[in-house]
């Protein structure tokens, strides 16, 4: 069984950085990408970022690019998510989902492949205050 944990959110000032982490534990796949997602109060969920195992392509949602960078140790089987000039808008609970994919999907496919069918787990609470 596949299971993740998401950690490092916090309070921040609008402009500061933030890194989140995603444990994930009993991946079996040989192909699969892991994404973050986020929900913000009153809104629907938005994928923010993905990476794909292996060659480590990554996606970026528009409102996260040049801010949010995503990578993976996997050594210690974790992607974290670094977030800097941090706006309030970013407020959200954070999640981290994971999925197997084919290796040949683009990663804005894998992205909407984790939303809809992926694994799940719990989420970290972001606060950027103004």
């Known amino acids: 069984e596949v299971q993740l944990q998401a950690s490092g959110g916090g309070l921040v000032q609008a402009g500061g950085s933030l890194r989140l982490s995603c444990g994930v534990s009993g991946l079996t796949f040989d192909d699969y990408a892991i994404g973050w997602f986020r929900r913000a109060p009153g809104k629907n969920r938005e994928g923010v970022s993905c990476?794909?195992?292996?060659?480590?392509?990554?996606y970026y949602a528009d409102s996260v690019k040049g801010r949010f960078t995503i990578s993976s140790d996997d050594a210690k089987n974790t992607v974290y998510l670094q977030m800097s000039n941090l706006k309030p808008e970013d407020t959200a609970v954070y999640y981290c989902?994971?999925?197997?994919?084919?290796?040949?999907?683009?990663?804005?496919?894998?992205?909407?492949?984790?939303?809809?069918?992926?694994?799940w787990g719990q989420g970290t609470l972001v606060t950027v205050s103004s």
């Open positions: 989902a994971t999925k197997d994919i084919v290796y040949t999907m683009t990663t804005r496919q894998a992205m909407g492949a984790i939303m809809d069918f992926g694994s």
């Open positions: 990476i794909t195992s292996g060659d480590g392509r990554t």
